[in-house]
């Protein structure tokens, strides 16, 4: 199948996480996707394509290629838009997923610099530089990938079990990045583009460190392979009728308040 024909999908931080497994469960899902595994470096995404390779083997129906994208180097976004453009053309699919947590110890400013220059800033560039590429889609799509901890309506509410739980700076960000999903969505509507974020829930990752990961299996934390099935099920067309709600689309196939 050519290129043209595909659904071209590109995936900021693909390589390790929620990302990951998104790219695999594409990839699993259909020789229809051609997934774009962006990542900090050429040599992660590699080694990250090679483990999908080896976990997946013959069950990868899917193409997939591979871009440098450090969200909060702007040359290196621009770079990309080129190499995308020449390769494909146009992107149907663009899921802003990469995101960290500070956890070094740094002073506030310096912490919240880098986590919204990361969760918010970072998604508001590469959408802005990928957007003429998205109009060339005939069904363009934009997942922004939150959190529940960016809630202002569950961290108010007091039957939230995990409302006292700090990580106030990157709380911030993420309902920044709400906002601007929010904002998108209503502006973008005028040349096609349906636009979410996503809330994966509590997932084993490495956006606290090993120590980190180790603390969220201990807790119950969920595989990250479950976001990745229902954002593949929501690029599907699965759930069209969730697209306008007030509010994030969630692992569990509901809608998490802003």
């Known amino acids: 199948m050519a290129s043209s024909d595909r659904t071209i ?15 695999a469960a594409l990839l699993k899902a259909s020789a229809n996707y051609h997934v774009i595994m962006a990542a900090r470096s050429i040599e992660k995404a590699q080694k990250a394509v090679d483990e999908i390779k080896s976990l997946h083997g013959d069950a990868l129906k899917g193409e997939v ?19 995308v453009k020449s390769r494909f053309g146009r992107v149907d699919v663009l899921i802003n ?34 957007e003429p590429l998205l109009k060339k889609s005939s069904r363009p799509k934009i997942i922004y990938v939150s959190s529940g901890q960016g809630s202002m309506t569950l961290k108010l509410d007091p039957a939230n079990p995990h409302r006292l739980l700090r990580g106030d700076f990157y709380r911030m960000s993420k309902s920044a990045l709400n ?32 120590e980190g990961r180790k603390m969220r299996i201990k807790n119950g934390a969920r595989d990250p392979a479950e976001p990745a099935r229902e954002l593949v099920r929501i690029i599907e067309g699965k759930r069209d009728a969730d697209w306008d709600k007030c509010g994030m689309m969630d692992v569990d196939g509901g809608i998490s308040p802003w």
């Open 9 to 23: 999908v590109l995936i900021t931080g693909g390589n390790s996480g929620i990302g990951f497994e998104t790219v």
């Open 65 to 83: 290629s591979l871009v440098r994208i450090d969200v909060t180097d702007i040359e290196s976004v621009r770079a990309a838009r080129q190499d």
């Open 97 to 130: 997923n990469a995101g960290i947590i500070v956890t070094r110890e740094c002073d506030t400013l310096t912490n919240l610099r880098e986590t919204f220059e990361t969760n918010a800033f970072g998604p508001a560039i590469v959408t802005e530089i990928f």
């Open 179 to 210: 906002m601007l999903a929010t904002s998108h969505r209503v502006h973008f509507a005028e040349w096609g583009c349906r636009v979410t974020a996503f809330d994966p829930g509590f997932c084993v990752s490495n956006l606290t460190g090993p």
